[in-house]
Every structure is written in C-alpha cells, then in structure tokens.
C-alpha cells in the first residue's frame, strides 16, 4: 500500500471512530442541568416558535425562576446569614460573545432577565449589589420581596441551630443532602446561533455578598457559536476557580467530543479537591451532548434534560459519575 493510500485509510479510521463516539447528533438543541423539564419545555418551546437562542435560554431560566426549581434557584429561597435571598444569573451570545451577568441581586425576581438587560443596554459584562437592583428598577423590573415563609423557616431554624430537613450539619453549617443546584442552560439552533446562561439564588446560609460560579463567565458557563457551549453546576465557590465551561469548550474547539470535554474538565477539578460536588454539561456545534459528574456521596448518577429535533420534547438523560 502507497504511504499516501496509508495515511488516507488511517485518517478515515480516526474520522469514523470519532463519529461512532459521537454517536448521532441533532440540531436545534436544548440541554440543561438537572431534571427541570418545565425549564427545557419553555426554552424548546421558544425555538419552535421561532425565538432565538437567547430567548430559548432566557426562557428557560426564568421558569426556573418562577417555579423556584428545587428551592435553589429564584425568590424564596436559600437565605444567607442574614435572612435575605438574592440572586445570581449569567447570559452569552456565542455569535458575538457578549455577557449580561448579576449577582447579589435583591428585590429583583427575574435575574435572568436582568443579566440578559446588563448585555443589550450596557457597555459591561457584570452588575453587582444594590447597584445591580437599582439598574433593574430604572430598567422596568419590579421590585418585590423575594423572602418567602419557607426561606423565613430556613433562616429561623438555622438561627436556632437547627436544619431543614434534608440537610446535615458540618462544622456549625447546614449541607444539603442528595441536593440539586441551579441550572445551566445550552441551546443551539439549525443556522449555528448559541447561547448559554445560568440562573440561582446560591448558598443556603452563605456569608452576604458571596458570589459562586454561576454569574462568572467561563465558569457557571461559556459558549462559542463556533466550538459549542458547556454549563456547570455544584459546589460553585471550587469548580470558579478552573473555569471548567470555558476548558470544556476549548476542547470541543480542539475537536475533542462533548463528553470527553465534560469529562476532562472535571478530572481537572478532581486532582485538586477529589470530594468536590458537581457536574458539567456540553455541546457541540453539530448538536452532539455529553456531560460528566464527579462520584462523591449522593451524587452516582447526574441527570439533565435534553430536547432536540428527534425527541421534540425534552427528555430525561443521565450519565454515571466517576
């Protein structure tokens, strides 16, 4: 065989071989974190209709925020030590690779609404406090409490030295058990617009002005219309500092599979802080999905939503942690 004909037929294996990775792919896509599949409906639905990416991950999120998914994210929920509930939230534009993101946002339920105003209407990237409320308020959003009588419990009984239910104490500190976290959302349509966000209210019993991973580009989430978008979620205050969603689509620019990107960002994490909680979303450009989890008590297996054009619904997938 001719070297020539030899590199041909090595190069076809390696090309076959990455598709059988890939397995088949799917576009328009939506995926998110968790099994919010009310957040997946809302933002599958949007592209359906006709929306862009942008308002399928707005959407999205802002279900969430309204049906306060899971209790961690959105109004009336997870108080800090000082009772109050504020929120965080991060939109991009991989056409344009803008941000709008908030954090510590107060009085303000619809965060994600909020962060996707900072990037149309601003010069910045990231509004945060009091400063962030105001900017919303002379925007058009509406101020109103966002404590609830079940976050006023949380704040009473940890006050008490007690734990919801669910929770466990660590060193004086409420931790919640077999507990989710906010979403991150991807979503991609057939012409190679993407976008991601993300959207919480963070920390149960945080110190006030705490901010994780979930406002901070790169980390809560990136996306690049021309490499793919990657969300994470867990234990924001370890997983910001390697800004895993930014890795993950790095390595997926470099050709490498969504789940293997997943992954490796995660075995980042891992030589550092190996008992870290959380996981990670990716997707390509061509609509092949993965995710990856770090195997740590109560979480073995990570679960997400998908919707794309085979299922044209959002549908529970899973992925065993390592």
Not at 16 to 23: E, H, I, N
Not at 63 to 71: L, P
Not at 78 to 107: F, Q
Not at 294 to 321: I, R, W, Y
Request: proline letters at 3%.
């Amino acid at each position: 065989m001719h070297r020539q004909d030899k590199m041909f037929t090595s190069l076809l294996i390696c090309a076959l071989t990455s598709l059988l990775t890939l397995g088949h792919a799917s576009l328009p896509l939506v995926i998110n974190t968790w099994p919010f599949k009310n957040a997946a409906a809302a933002a599958w639905s949007a592209l359906q209709s006709g929306g862009s990416v942008l308002d399928a991950v707005e959407r999205g999120c802002a279900r969430c925020e309204m049906e306060q998914c899971d209790g961690s994210v959105g109004y009336g929920g997870s108080p800090d030590e000082s009772g109050e509930t504020t929120l965080d939230a991060l939109i991009m534009n991989g056409d344009t690779m803008e941000v709008g993101a908030v954090a510590d946002l107060r009085r303000i339920k619809n965060a994600i609404g909020v962060a996707r105003a900072v990037m149309e209407h601003t010069e910045h990237t990231l509004l945060v406090g009091e400063s962030a409320s105001v900017f919303a308020e002379n925007m058009g959003f509406i101020a109103e409490d966002l404590t609830t009588n079940k976050s006023v419990n949380i704040f009473s009984e940890w006050l008490k030295g007690n734990c919801q239910p669910n929770y466990r104490k660590v060193c004086g500190w409420c931790f919640r058990i077999n507990y989710f976290f906010a979403p991150g959302m991807i979503a991609l349509d057939r012409d190679g617009h993407a976008a991601a966000g993300t959207s919480t209210n963070g920390l149960t019993h945080k110190v006030p002005g705490r901010v994780g991973d979930s406002p901070i580009v790169g980390a809560g989430a990136y996306v690049d219309s021309l490499a793919g978008g990657a969300a994470a979620t867990g234990d924001g205050d370890v997983m910001m500092r390697f800004l895993p969603s930014y890795l993950a689509v790095e390595l997926m620019r470099a050709g490498v599979d969504p789940s293997a990107a997943c992954k490796s960002a995660v075995s980042r994490i891992k030589r550092h802080y190996s008992e870290f909680f959380g996981a990670i979303i990716c997707a390509n450009t061509t609509g092949h999905y993965g995710a990856a989890c770090n195997k740590v008590p109560g979480l073995n297996k990570f679960h997400f939503m998908v919707a794309n054009s085979e299922t044209n619904t959002p549908v529970l997938k899973s992925v065993d942690c390592f």
